[in-house]
């Protein structure tokens, strides 16, 4: 390598799921920037070149699964193999007062119970539905807010479930 330039190496892999090669995107980034993206292939292979050697973030994603993201030093010879995907484990439902009127913009908060998981926050929309997305399998918190309403909150609520349909007082 000439003197003052920067050794790129090659990244790639291969996406896999429960069942299999994964059609998704892989990504690095750096800093909060999104640097490079690959799609994978149908057997799951992706590959990214002319990458400055140096400390990443790695983010994997596929339809239907938990999003994937690992911290990544790239070196010469880094090799990846395999990413092993989780299916996500959707959570649904009604949110609605207790005659079962449903509740428009109702605020819900989506605590994992286990280490390394984290949660999210969404509103129910349109006739009071919601979906939560990209939750892998577990137990969760789940409160549930709205203006006029007193919150309720489950503890342990189990992913994957049918739905959940909270009702506010």
């Not at 994978?40 to 292979?45: A, H, I, S, Y």
């Not at 790695?58 to 339809?63: G, T």
């Not at 998981?117 to 807010?145: D, I, T």
């Amino acid at each position: 390598t000439p003197p003052g330039s920067q050794e790129k190496v090659r990244l790639s892999g291969r996406l896999l799921g429960s069942r299999g090669p994964l059609r998704g995107h892989v990504e690095l980034w750096r800093g909060g920037r999104l640097l490079r993206r690959d799609r994978t292939d149908v057997r799951g292979t992706f590959a990214l070149g002319d990458v400055v050697k140096g400390d990443y973030q790695l983010r994997a994603s596929a339809p239907g699964h938990v999003t994937a993201r690992r911290p990544l030093k790239l070196r010469r010879g880094t090799s990846l193999g395999a990413l092993l995907l989780e299916r996500e484990a959707p959570l649904h439902g009604f949110v609605g007062d207790r005659r079962g009127r449903p509740i428009v913009g109702a605020r819900i908060f989506v605590a994992a119970q286990r280490a390394g998981v984290g949660g999210l926050e969404l509103r129910s929309g349109a006739g009071g539905f919601y979906l939560a997305r990209g939750l892998p399998r577990g137990r969760y918190r789940v409160r549930v807010e709205a203006l006029g309403f007193a919150p309720l909150e489950r503890d342990g609520l189990r992913l994957p479930r049918r739905r959940w349909d909270p009702r506010l007082e």
